[in-house]
C-alpha cells in the first residue's frame, strides 16, 4: 500500500473503525456461507482446508500488516481471532454431527442400541441425581423412557434427533423469555447454566451405566453423546447472547450497569 493510505489510515481514525466492521462482515459471511447449518455435510479436504486456514490465518495477518498503523494491526488482529475461534467451534460440531449421522444411518446398529437402551436401569440414574438436581421427575422419566425410546424405536434420523433437542431446549431455556431488567436477565442466565449442568450430568450417568454394564454399542452412544452436548451448549449460549444482547438495549434505571 502506498505511503500515502498509511498516512491516511493514521490520521483519519474512522477509516480503521471501517475496515473493521467490514472485517466482521467478511468473516461471518465466511461462517454463513461456508457451514449454514450446524450439519452441513463437509469433505475430509474441506475439514482439513478450513483448520489449516485458521490455523496459519492470524501468523498470516501480522506478518501483512507488520508494516501498518498499530492501532489498524490491533482492529484486524482482533476480530480475526474472534472469527478462528468461532469457526474451530463451528467446525467442531460439524463434524460430531456427521459422526453422529453416520451413527444413526446404520439400521442393524440402531436396534443393538435400541436394546441396550430398553436394558438400562432408568430408576437408578433418577435415583442419583434427584437429590441433587430439582428436576422434575415425571419430566426426566419421560425424556429417557419416552422420548428416547420413541426415537430409537422409529429409527430416526439426524435431522429428527435434532429437532427433538432443539425442543427440548426451547422448553427449559425459551430463546425469546420476557426480560424486563437486569435481575430478569440474571436469572434467565442462572437458569440456563442450570440447565446445561443438568443435562450434562445425567448424559455422563447414563455413559456410565453403559460403560458398567460393559454394552457393545457404548461406542455409538458416546458419539451421540459428544455431538448432543456439544449442540445443547451451543443453543444455550446462543440464547444467553441473544438476551445480552436485547438486555443491552432496556433504559437505565440508575442502578448497577448491564452485564456485557
Known amino acids: 500500500m502506498p505511503s500515502f493510505y498509511k498516512s491516511l489510515i493514521t490520521t483519519t481514525p474512522e477509516l480503521t473503525n471501517y475496515i473493521w466492521r467490514w472485517d466482521c462482515n ?17 469433505s475430509n479436504n474441506m475439514v482439513l482446508g478450513l483448520n489449516r486456514y485458521t490455523r496459519n490465518l492470524p501468523g498470516f495477518l501480522q506478518y501483512l500488516l507488520r508494516d501498518y498503523p498499530i492501532l489498524l494491526r490491533k482492529k484486524k488482529s482482533d476480530v480475526a481471532r474472534v472469527f ?8 467442531t460440531l460439524t463434524q460430531f454431527a456427521m459422526n453422529a449421522g453416520d451413527v444413526l444411518s446404520q439400521p442393524i446398529r440402531l436396534e443393538e442400541m435400541k436394546h441396550d437402551w430398553n436394558n438400562l436401569d432408568m430408576g437408578t440414574i433418577l435415583d442419583h441425581v434427584l437429590w441433587v438436581c430439582d428436576c422434575r421427575n415425571d419430566d426426566m422419566r419421560k425424556i429417557l423412557e419416552g422420548d428416547i425410546t420413541q426415537l430409537l424405536n422409529t429409527k430416526s434420523n439426524l435431522n429428527q434427533w435434532m429437532d427433538w433437542v432443539e425442543r427440548l431446549v426451547e422448553k427449559f431455556v425459551p430463546r425469546y423469555p420476557r426480560i424486563h431488567d437486569i435481575q430478569d436477565d440474571e436469572n434467565y442466565i442462572k437458569e440456563a447454566k442450570q440447565f446445561l449442568l443438568k ?37 444455550v449460549e446462543e440464547r444467553i447472547a441473544l438476551v445480552n444482547a436485547n438486555t443491552n438495549k432496556l433504559p437505565s434505571s440508575g442502578g448497577a450497569p448491564v452485564m456485557q
Open 84 to 91: 478462528v475461534a468461532k469457526m474451530r467451534r463451528h467446525l
Open 26 to 42: 467478511l468473516y461471518d459471511s465466511l461462517i454463513t456461507d461456508l457451514l449454514p447449518k450446524v450439519n452441513t455435510p463437509l
Open 199 to 235: 443435562w450434562k450430568m445425567y448424559t455422563s450417568l447414563v455413559m456410565q451405566q453403559f460403560y458398567l454394564k460393559t454394552v457393545s454399542t457404548v461406542g455409538s452412544f458416546q458419539t451421540l453423546q459428544f455431538f448432543f452436548d456439544d449442540l445443547v451448549l451451543y443453543r
